[in-house]
């Protein structure tokens, strides 16, 4: 293959691989370990059967972090902060998400109150108000030490605009304690707003000690393996270093779903679709994203499991409703899904691993869109016979048969992914009618077209990698850093020069990061008064203002033409570009209709054709009602709908 760039991608159920060299695509599927996800990644290489030597890179993008998060299961940290401050991490914001309940609880914070500690000191707007007590820093540091914590996040006031403090405080603690992660504010997020700042910190420190672990011990298996040292995929959209990652763990939130989103913007322009939400289904979740113009959008405002994390990030919208997703009766009777997983162990009860619940596999299995006796990942077989147990226990309690309780998972499923579709195009000001919906991940063509109904899309693209297209987007992946700095003035006093002054300071330092990078320029803006901002591209100080009155109309429906605008931050994003194979799809290899089988639409049984797309080539059609059986996914076509395959290998089906 020549020189090959690897991406793996760990999921919740299967770990994928793409090769990417001299134009040919290898790709491989194999079980997650959720023990430890590095086995999983070197059995992915192994089973690719990639000759390690060519290998130029290895792109990782993983759920360590999230899981961590979502979990709780993160290192024991501590937090210093400036006197009077202690509890600024538990107290947050004034918005409840239930207004009315007075039992709701909020997740607890990452630091327990006993592990918050406060130095005296104080900066202000201007410079030092107080000078740091180096006593009472001592005593802190010994507390900390009898802690025996993992971790320190440090979050001083006003340490976005002067960080000396929060730099000597950190300085003593890392002499002091040497084995233990010290994250400060001013270097994870020199920004405003207290809280967020308080609360990405505390992610940063409370994730980086198990981040640290797991991404060494990939290291030392890859080096085993004669592969190179990985880059690791962060929720931004681009891939750095491992010490980079380490050093940024709360930007790997988001790393697994991040590698999705840019090979569906990839995958998508090749064919010349620009606008897309894509919808990528999974074993344990669903990640749903726009894609404008070709780019993958990024937002700062991304809280996960409770906690708010300011960094630019994918904009992705997760609902726990994926294939293993298990389907169960609550109290008053209902049919519900999720949010409980079979995962990779034990599976969902077709698997014939011991999984005894139904889970939406099943139902989808049951109802034809899925071969029984199919094999998926080289250990799986699927058996219908199980799923159909599965369902008639669950249907006893719902008062269904299997048949109903199976398209009932469905639908209930679907509801679940429309929401979230909805979420990442009504509420932002888009129409999902103007886009195409780009169905990736194992499980995204079963439902596609169903989703696409709903909402009233007429495109559905279903690319040849599929299945593995996270992995896709972790090969082709760019380096990046992302980089801020705080500049809070009316936008017609900015000063210009100071305005050039900061960015050159920001493209300095990533040319320190990065070799040879690209720079985008970015700020975020809000009207006089408003306590949010957008963010838009800045191509200098004089376009700023019209470009942010669009982008709030685009957003929120009006702008205010007559009304001071202000300047927030400043953003820079470095890329480092790679290169981009070109897809290009063979021609057909002779009848592409492999079988006929039963399947049901809508509580009908239809005999519908099967097709096998290793079979079908460029310009190969299809008419529903159908099923597409792809190498690691399925697309069932919905009667109604209909396409053909394009030269980048893409089925585009259209609505009549």
Not at 337 to 348: D, I, K, L, R, T
Not at 351 to 375: C, I, Q, S
Not at 558 to 566: A, C, G, L, N, Q
Request: charged share 25%.
């Amino acid at each position: 293959m020549g020189e090959t760039r690897l991406g793996i991608d760990v999921g919740g159920t299967f770990t994928d691989l793409v090769a990417l060299g001299g134009g040919d695509v290898v790709t491989a599927k194999v079980p997650s370990t959720p023990r430890d996800q590095s086995v999983g990644v070197m059995n992915a290489v192994e089973t690719s059967e990639v000759e390690a030597g060519a290998v130029t890179a290895l792109a990782h993008g993983m759920t360590v972090a999230t899981n961590a998060l979502l979990e709780r299961r993160g290192a024991r940290t501590a937090l210093v902060t400036t006197e009077g401050f202690r509890d600024v991490l538990e107290i947050a914001r004034q918005n409840r998400p239930s207004l009315y309940d007075l039992s709701a609880d909020r997740p607890p914070p990452l630091v327990p109150r006993e592990l918050r500690f406060t130095v005296e000191e104080r900066m202000g707007p201007e410079g030092e108000i107080e000078p740091l007590e180096e006593a009472g820093l001592q005593g802190v540091i010994s507390s900390i030490k009898g802690a025996e914590v993992e971790a320190v996040a440090v979050c001083l006031l006003f340490a976005f605009l002067h960080p000396e403090h929060e730099k000597r405080v950190g300085k003593a603690l890392r002499e002091a304690l040497p084995g233990v992660h010290v994250s400060l504010s001013s270097e994870v997020l020199p920004e405003f707003r207290e809280y967020e700042r308080y609360s990405t910190t505390a992610a940063d420190a409370y994730l980086a000690p198990k981040l640290a672990a797991y991404l060494k011990n990939l290291a030392g298996k890859a080096q085993e393996g004669g592969v190179p040292s990985p880059l690791i995929m962060q929720s931004s959209g681009g891939v750095v270093r491992i010490d980079d990652a380490i050093s940024d763990a709360a930007g790997c939130v988001l790393s697994g779903p991040a590698g999705g989103v840019v090979g569906a913007a990839y995958v998508g322009s090749l064919g010349g679709y620009e606008d897309l939400l894509t919808f990528d289904m999974g074993g344990t979740s669903t990640d749903v994203a726009p894609i404008i113009g070709g780019e993958a959008q990024t937002t700062t405002e991304t809280v996960v499991a409770g906690v708010p994390i300011k960094l630019p990030m994918v904009d992705v919208h997760t609902v726990s409703a994926g294939g293993g997703s298990i389907a169960w009766a609550d109290a008053g009777g209902a049919l519900r899904v999720g949010p409980h997983s079979a995962g990779a162990e034990p599976g969902p009860a077709g698997y014939g691993m011991g999984g005894e619940e139904p889970a939406v596999t099943d139902a989808n299995l049951f109802l034809g869109y899925l071969h029984d006796g199919a094999e998926l990942g080289g250990e799986v077989v699927l058996r219908r016979d199980l799923s159909e147990q599965a369902l008639n226990a669950l249907g006893e309690e719902l008062g269904l048969d299997a048949q109903e309780t199976a398209l009932g998972i469905v639908r209930v499923a679907n509801a679940e992914m429309v929401r979230a579709l909805r979420v990442i195009s009504v509420e932002r000001g888009l129409d999902p009618r103007e886009f195409a919906l780009l169905a990736f991940g194992g499980a995204g063509g079963l439902h596609a077209c169903s989703l696409a109904e709903e909402l009233g899309m007429q495109t559905v693209l279903v690319p040849r990698a599929g299945g593995v297209l996270s992995a896709l987007g972790l090969a082709i992946s760019d380096l990046r850093r992302d980089y801020v700095r705080p500049y809070l003035a009316p936008l017609d006093e900015v000063d210009a020069g100071g305005f050039e002054d900061r960015f050159a300071e920001m493209e300095n330092t990533a040319w320190e990061d990065l070799e040879g990078p690209e720079y985008t320029r970015r700020a975020d803006l809000r009207y006089g008064g408003q306590s949010f901002e957008l963010t838009v591209e800045s191509e200098g100080l004089h376009k700023l203002e019209e470009r942010f009155h669009a982008a709030h109309e685009q957003r929120y429906g009006y702008r205010m033409d007559d009304e001071p605008v202000e300047l927030v931050n400043l953003r820079l994003v470095a890329t480092v570009p790679v290169e981009k194979p070109e897809l290009d799809e063979p021609a057909a290899q002779g009848e592409a209709v492999s079988e006929r089988r039963e399947a049901n639409f809508d509580g009908e049984w239809l005999e519908v054709p099967v097709y096998d797309r290793e079979r079908m080539g460029e310009g190969s059609g299809v008419e529903g009602p159908a099923i597409v059986e792809f190498k690691e996914s399925t697309c069932v076509v919905r009667p109604g709908w209909g396409g053909s395959v394009d030269g980048v290998g893409t089925l585009i089906l259209e609505r009549a």
